[in-house]
């Protein structure tokens, strides 16, 4: 079942750059963009590095440092539409930024 974790104060963020979190074995990259909060999977499916939070943002897309791969803020799409990243419902309450986490189920073959 998901539910909303506090990643941290909305203070803490700064506009255009972005923080990394992990929050029940999740990498979220988090974002402060024109006023708005957006929290990515951190991973980028390139390489499988975890670099997302350090890109930069331009035209509401945040840009992989490792080699460049673009992913829009609100969709996690990419401008081509291949190998997007997922993004995560968030919510601000009194000045704290939560974001929503399905717990990761492992799957065991006996």
């Known amino acids: 079942m998901s539910e909303f974790k506090r990643i941290c104060k909305l203070s803490d963020l700064k506009e255009d750059f972005g923080i990394r979190f992990i929050v029940d074995d999740v990498e979220i990259a988090i974002f402060l963009h024109k006023g708005k909060v957006y929290c990515l999977d951190n991973i980028c499916p390139h390489q499988k590095s975890p670099l997302i939070f350090d890109g930069y943002i331009e035209d509401d897309y945040v840009f992989c440092p490792a080699h460049g791969w673009e992913f829009h803020l609100e969709t996690g799409k990419r401008k081509n539409n291949a190998n997007g990243i997922k993004t995560f419902e968030t919510k601000i ?10 717990p990761k189920e492992l799957k065991w073959n006996l």
């Open 93 to 102: 309450e009194n000045g704290e930024v939560f974001v929503k986490i399905e």
